[in-house]
């Protein structure tokens, strides 16, 4: 088992601290993949997690949970991480596909194999943000699998609590074209101004016919569902303490500060997600999923 307790730890690549949560993403997404109704198929996912010493005694199969879908780790969390990833691949697909923007930059990319999965039209670049170690693991992986993407990609090993606008430029990002970004599971570990910094430098970096889509929560209070079954259960069965890794701060209204620079902006429940689909989470009392918005932003 895994501790996570101190938020950051140093731990710089999957083996502990933030890092490890791309694994906890990863094993949803191999479960997800195998399910009879599955929203999202990733046959890379569960190279990650049987890769990775921290995670490779977790199940990458619902039939590997005793208690299936009645889990609420390996049911129900996961059930929401493969709509998550389902709908972020149909936005990303739809903005490229769309419009004119062929670069694609995922911030705390993590394991995503998106550039390796998805339908890109031809021209396109796919920027992955995420620290040193989480993407010297993700590309370790990849390599053993003979992995061949689908797209440029070009993996950016930098912290985004620094001034990450440098190392995206120099891998070649271009200014004066439009761009589809992506922060999936990413702004509530980052402190505010660090959220805020992102929001302005996307704005920044962003010309005309560009999209952002990106994930927050806006509870009050992290810890009123700090006994949820979502949260003790993830800590119990693999030891991430997710309350510890999220930043506390007050969170700022990035979808509203978006807004105020002329983006058009709509912000969804994943539950509207999982009506849409017929397949996911639904609410539920104590639900530590009740915060979660997916917001998404066009610069027309
Ligand atoms: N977006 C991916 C997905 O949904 O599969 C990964 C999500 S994972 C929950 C969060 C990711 O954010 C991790 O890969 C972590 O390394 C990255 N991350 C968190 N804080 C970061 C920071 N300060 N700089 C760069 N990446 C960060």
Redesign the pocket.
Known sequence: MVSTTHRDAGVEGVEGG??V??LM?AAARAIETYRHDTLVRDIYAEHFVLAAPASAGWPVRLQQVPDRDANPLWGRFARYFGLRTRVLDDFLLRSVHTGNARQVV?L?????SRAFRLDWPSGCVIFE???EG?LAFKNKVLDGLSATPRAARVPVPV???ADWVAALADAGFDTAAPSVWLA???LF??PAIAEEFLIDTVDRLSTEGSALAFEVKLDKDLMEYRDSPLYTSTTQQIGIDLLSLFDREPRPDSAGALESKGWATSVHTPFDFTRRHGRGPLPEDNDALAGNRWVFANRP
């Open positions: 933030v890092g949560t791309a993403v995922l705390g990319a993590g394991l995503d943000i995420d620290r989480v912290d985004l609590r999936e599971g990413l570990y980052l």
